[in-house]
C-alpha cells in the first residue's frame, strides 16, 4: 500500500512501518492495546495526539487505500482502483469481465 501512494505522489500522506519483532512503540503511545498485528493506525497531521483511527477492516490494499483516504486530515482524490498500476488495470477489467462471463454461463445453466 505504501509503495501505491508513492506511486500516485500524495505529498500530504506519509506511510510509516514500524517492526515490533525487537522494539516496541513508546508505551505511552498505547499503540499496542488491540492485541493483535498488523496494527495500522492513523496519526492526523493536524493534531498526533490521542485517540487515534484504527484499521479494523479486510486486510486489502484497495480497502486500505480508501480507509487512509476517509480518514486523512488533509483531503486528497484517488483514482479508480487505486491499488493497481495503470499497467494493469486493462488486465484486471479483463479478469473480471471473464469471471462474470463465467458466472452468467453457469446461472444460466442453473435456470434449465
Same mark, same amino acid.
Given at each position: 500500500?505504501?509503495?501505491?501512494?508513492?506511486?500516485?505522489?500524495?505529498?500530504? $500522506?506519509? =506511510?510509516?512501518? %514500524?517492526?515490533?519483532? +525487537?522494539?516496541?512503540? @513508546?508505551?505511552?503511545?498505547?499503540?499496542?492495546?488491540? *492485541?493483535? $498485528?498488523? =496494527?495500522?493506525? %492513523?496519526?492526523?497531521? +493536524?493534531?498526533?495526539? @490521542?485517540?487515534?483511527?484504527?484499521?479494523?477492516?479486510? *486486510?486489502?490494499?484497495?480497502?486500505?487505500?480508501?480507509?487512509?483516504?476517509?480518514?486523512?486530515?488533509?483531503?486528497?482524490?484517488?483514482?479508480?482502483?487505486?491499488?493497481?498500476?495503470?499497467?494493469?488495470?486493462?488486465?484486471?477489467?479483463?479478469?473480471?469481465?471473464?469471471?462474470?462471463?463465467?458466472?452468467?454461463?453457469?446461472?444460466?445453466?442453473?435456470?434449465?
Amino acid at each position: 500500500m505504501a509503495e501505491r501512494f508513492h506511486d500516485l505522489n500524495i505529498p500530504t $500522506l506519509l =506511510i510509516a512501518r %514500524m517492526d515490533v519483532t +525487537d522494539e516496541a512503540p @513508546p508505551a505511552d503511545l498505547n499503540l499496542m492495546s488491540t *492485541g493483535s $498485528l498488523p =496494527i495500522v493506525v %492513523m496519526l492526523s497531521a +493536524d493534531d498526533k495526539r @490521542p485517540p487515534w483511527t484504527f484499521y479494523s477492516g479486510v *486486510g486489502k490494499i484497495q480497502p486500505l487505500m480508501k480507509w487512509v483516504q476517509e480518514h486523512s486530515s488533509r483531503r486528497f482524490e484517488l483514482p479508480d482502483l487505486p491499488h493497481l498500476k495503470e499497467s494493469d488495470k486493462d488486465l484486471y477489467r479483463k479478469q473480471v469481465r471473464v469471471y462474470l462471463r463465467t458466472f452468467l454461463v453457469y446461472w444460466e445453466g442453473k435456470g434449465s
